[in-house]
């Protein structure tokens, strides 16, 4: 008897815990802004694409893409897409990934150490997708909802042993490859010390607004708005994300020369920072917002039938499991278990020539790996 009061003690006390750890969360009222309906015309060709954009969902999985698409009436653009597979997403030296990690998997083709900004597990900078293209006269840009020094952002322009170093993450910047980038904030760049401000200026067309008229006639454009603009949508973010995405495509496009084309990183950053904060609400609106960016990009791709558009996340967050809803009145109820990354692995999904290439189940730098390949990277 005593052994059963010992075992029913030890349930309840573990029970106990993990109710600590289940935090419900639920949004009302989403109105339905559709989703956008692909042509088809290239998904699955079988000839190389000139260009390619990178997706990434900053802790998105399965669960918080659902939870975008019934509280959307049951339509997303991201599962209008025929061609998809998996990725698993662990780090060199931790079964759960960080996002700077799995970034620089995603911008280089290979595995690091949790916190590593383009460094292999040496400590060498391992060069990113963007230094490896444009020695075949590939140009490229990134795009984020994070501020620049973002884990995410940082892995495909610097190289630093840590995620932290934010000073040294920007002072990478002027020695980069890129060609565009738009992310957070003028707030963060102008608390950056004032040499690395010149540095970049001196390089980049810097400015604080996507309708600024030097954007047009500029070869190098950074946009850095203020931070509100790229912060979260329920603090006063509008739609940044798919203008901001439109206009680097158009933007490189413009700019490719001798038939080459270019590559672009494009991450939804605060879908992750939400589901740290356990903010269901949030994450939603947040997915939504991604969404749209991602009906930019497969309209791109069906504008001009050689880009190759792949969607997927650096990891899971949050343990997020969808509970209950109600499509048609844009009802939902979501529980998370945890307030960090998990090690599930993540959806992708892909569009355009060579999409079948990501199907099946892969390992994050297997898909920088495959993107090369196809911009025919040796």
């Known amino acids: 008897m005593k052994k059963f009061f010992l075992l029913a003690a030890a349930f309840l006390a573990a029970f106990s815990l993990n109710a600590q750890n289940i935090v419900k969360g639920s949004i009302e009222g989403v109105p339905a802004q559709g989703s956008y309906h692909p042509t088809y015309s290239s998904d699955g060709a079988q000839y190389l694409p000139k260009n390619v954009i990178l997706m990434i969902g900053d802790g998105t999985g399965l669960a918080q893409i659902a939870a975008g698409y019934f509280a959307n009436n049951e339509e997303l653009t991201y599962f209008n897409l025929k061609h998809m597979g998996w990725v698993t997403t662990k780090s060199a030296d931790a079964f759960i990934t960080d996002s700077a990690a799995s ?49 995410t952002p940082a892995a495909f322009f610097a190289h630093q042993e840590h995620r932290r170093m934010t000073d040294e993450i920007w002072a990478d910047l002027p020695a980069s490859v890129l060609k565009y980038f738009a992310a957070g904030s003028k707030e963060v760049f102008e608390a950056r010390p004032l040499e690395t401000q010149k540095a970049i200026h001196k390089v980049f067309t810097v400015v604080n607004s996507l309708e600024d008229s030097k954007i047009g006639a500029a070869d190098r454009v950074g946009v850095l708005p203020p931070a509100v603009e790229t912060g979260y949508i329920v603090k006063g973010r509008t739609d940044f994300l798919p203008r901001a995405t439109r206009q680097a495509i158009d933007f490189l496009n413009e700019r490719t020369k001798d038939g080459k084309g270019f590559f672009l990183m494009v991450e939804g950053a605060r879908i992750d920072k939400a589901c740290h904060s356990n903010d269901f609400p949030s994450a939603v609106k947040e997915l939504l917002d991604f969404d749209k960016a991602i009906a930019e990009a497969i309209k791109f791709a069906d504008e001009d039938g050689n880009t190759l558009v792949v969607i997927s996340a650096d990891h899971e967050t949050g343990g997020l499991v969808v509970w209950d809803g109600d499509p048609k009145k844009g009802n939902e109820e979501g529980v998370y278990i945890s307030t960090w990354h998990t090690a599930t692995p993540v959806p992708i999904f892909s569009y355009g020539p060579h999409a079948q290439d990501f199907m099946g189940v892969q390992g994050n730098e297997q898909v920088a790996q495959k993107i090369l390949k196809l911009l025919q990277v040796k």
């Open 103 to 151: 970034g620089t998997a995603y911008s280089s083709g290979s595995k690091t150490y949790n916190g590593s900004i383009g460094m292999d597990l040496k400590k060498r900078p391992h060069p990113n997708i963007p230094e490896q293209v444009a020695k075949y006269g590939v140009i490229s840009g990134v795009v984020s909802t994070d501020d620049l020094n973002g884990a």
